[in-house]
C-alpha cells in the first residue's frame, strides 16, 4: 500500500520530518525563508494527500477544486485566517491547527513586547549603540511604570490568560473583554470582566488578543484611540487586520496613545518605510510570537503528528473542522 502524499510548504528541519518518512511520502518546498509560489502550491496539491501550511500560504476554493486527492490541510498557526475552512468543510477537508503549545511562549513575547514599548528599550539600545551615551540626565529615555497598573486584554483566550498570570506578577489590575465572560480567569487571577468602551477608558495598556473575524475585522480604528488615555500603550499580538493602521499612526501623531507594540500587521511582511515604522514610540517586531526553537519544533511536530494520526487512525489531535 502507498504512503499518503504529503506536500510541506516550507523547508523544515530534516531531523524532524525523517522519522515521519517512513509512513508519509512527504516533499517540502526548498527554501526555509521564501513562501512556496502560488503556481506551485496549485500544482503541487493537485497530487497531495495532505498539505502542511504556513499563514502565508491561501488554501481557498482555487486550491481546492482542483486538489482531488487532498484530505487534510495541517496548518502550522493557531489562528487559520488564510484557509476558507467553509469551503475546505465542503469539499470533505480536515483542517488541523497548532492552539495549546504555543500559549506561553505566545504569552512571553506580548508581555515583553509591552515592556519594551513602555520602557523605551529599542530606543535604550540604539542610543547606547549610536554613541550618544555621553552623560546623565533625570529623564534620560524615562518610559511608564507596568507595575500596579491596569492592563486591559481584548481577546481572553488561553493567550490572554496567561498574559494575565504574568500581569498579575507585576502587581496590575486586569480587566478583560470577551464575547463570553471567562469565570475560571476571574476566579483565579481575579480578571474584572469590562465592557470594551469602559475597557479602553480605563486601561493603561490595551492589549489587543482577539481572534480575526468578520467582526472583529477593524475593530481599532479611530474612535477606539479616541477613548483612550493620552498615556495608554496600545499593543497587538493577534492579527494586523484588526488595526486600522493609519488611524493608529494619527492616534500616535496626534497624541490620543503614547506608543504602540507590533508583533502583527496588516499586510506581512512590512517594508522599511512603513508608515508606523517612522514613529520612535512604536516597536514593531517581525511576527515572532511562537519564535523559539522549542515552541516551533512543538508545532511542526504537532502538524505532523495530525497528518500521521489522520491516515492512520482518522481522527486528529486538534481539529478546526468537523469531518
Known amino acids: 500500500m502507498s504512503k499518503p502524499s504529503v506536500y510541506i510548504t516550507r523547508k523544515l528541519p530534516e531531523d524532524l520530518v525523517e522519522s515521519y518518512r517512513e509512513v508519509l511520502d512527504i516533499e517540502m518546498w526548498d527554501r526555509e525563508e521564501e513562501p512556496v509560489e502560488r503556481s506551485h502550491l496549485l500544482k503541487k496539491s493537485r497530487t497531495a494527500d495532505a498539505l502542511l501550511t504556513m499563514l502565508s500560504d491561501k488554501v481557498d476554493n482555487e486550491l481546492l477544486d482542483g486538489a482531488d486527492r487532498l484530505k487534510m490541510v495541517a496548518n502550522l498557526a493557531v489562528g487559520y485566517d488564510n484557509i476558507d475552512v467553509e469551503a475546505a468543510t465542503d469539499h470533505g477537508v480536515q483542517v488541523?491547527?497548532?492552539?495549546?503549545?504555543?500559549?506561553?511562549?505566545?504569552?512571553?513575547?506580548?508581555?515583553?513586547?509591552?515592556?519594551?514599548?513602555?520602557?523605551?528599550?529599542?530606543?535604550?539600545?540604539?542610543?547606547?549603540?549610536e554613541g550618544n551615551w555621553t552623560n546623565w540626565s533625570p529623564l534620560l529615555l524615562a518610559g511608564t511604570d507596568i507595575h500596579h497598573k491596569k492592563i486591559g486584554i481584548v481577546g481572553m483566550g488561553r493567550i490572554g490568560q496567561s498574559i494575565?498570570?504574568?500581569?498579575?506578577?507585576?502587581?496590575?489590575?486586569?480587566?478583560?473583554?470577551?464575547?463570553?465572560?471567562?469565570?475560571?480567569?476571574?476566579?483565579?487571577?481575579?480578571?474584572?470582566?469590562?465592557?470594551?468602551?469602559?475597557?479602553?477608558?480605563?486601561?493603561?495598556?490595551?492589549?489587543?488578543?482577539?481572534?480575526?473575524?468578520?467582526?472583529?475585522?477593524?475593530?481599532?480604528?479611530?474612535?477606539?484611540?479616541?477613548?483612550?488615555?493620552?498615556?495608554?500603550?496600545?499593543?497587538?499580538?493577534?492579527?494586523?487586520?484588526?488595526?486600522?493602521?493609519?488611524?493608529?499612526?494619527?492616534?500616535?501623531?496626534?497624541?490620543?496613545?503614547?506608543?504602540?507594540?507590533?508583533?502583527?500587521?496588516?499586510?506581512?511582511?512590512?517594508?522599511?518605510?512603513?508608515l508606523l515604522l517612522q514613529l520612535e514610540q512604536v516597536v514593531a517586531l517581525p511576527h515572532i510570537g511562537s519564535a523559539t526553537k522549542e515552541t516551533r519544533y512543538k508545532m511542526m511536530?504537532?502538524?505532523?503528528?495530525?497528518?500521521?494520526?489522520?491516515f492512520e487512525e482518522g481522527r486528529v489531535q486538534t481539529p478546526v473542522n468537523d469531518i
Not at 513575547?109 to 509591552?114: A, Q
Not at 490595551?206 to 483612550?228: D, H, I, S, W, Y
Not at 511536530?301 to 489522520?310: A, G, P, Q, S, V
Open 301 to 310: 511536530e504537532l502538524c505532523l503528528e495530525n497528518i500521521k494520526h489522520y
Open 96 to 129: 488541523t491547527n497548532t492552539p495549546d503549545v504555543l500559549t506561553d511562549t505566545t504569552a512571553d513575547l506580548v508581555f515583553g513586547l509591552l515592556m519594551a514599548t513602555a520602557r523605551r528599550l529599542m530606543e535604550a539600545e540604539q542610543f547606547v549603540k
Open 164 to 274: 494575565a498570570k504574568r500581569a498579575k506578577g507585576f502587581d496590575m489590575d486586569v480587566l478583560y473583554h470577551n464575547r463570553s465572560r471567562h469565570r475560571e480567569a476571574e476566579e483565579q487571577l481575579g480578571a474584572v470582566y469590562t465592557e470594551f468602551e469602559d475597557l479602553l477608558e480605563s486601561a493603561d495598556y490595551v492589549v489587543c488578543m482577539a481572534p480575526l473575524t468578520e467582526e472583529t475585522n477593524g475593530m481599532f480604528r479611530v474612535e477606539q484611540f479616541k477613548k483612550m488615555k493620552k498615556e495608554a500603550i496600545f499593543i497587538n499580538g493577534s492579527r494586523g487586520q484588526l488595526v486600522d493602521e493609519k488611524d493608529l499612526y494619527d492616534a500616535l501623531v496626534e497624541g490620543e496613545i503614547a506608543g504602540a507594540g507590533l508583533d502583527v500587521f496588516e499586510e506581512e511582511p512590512i517594508s522599511a518605510d512603513h
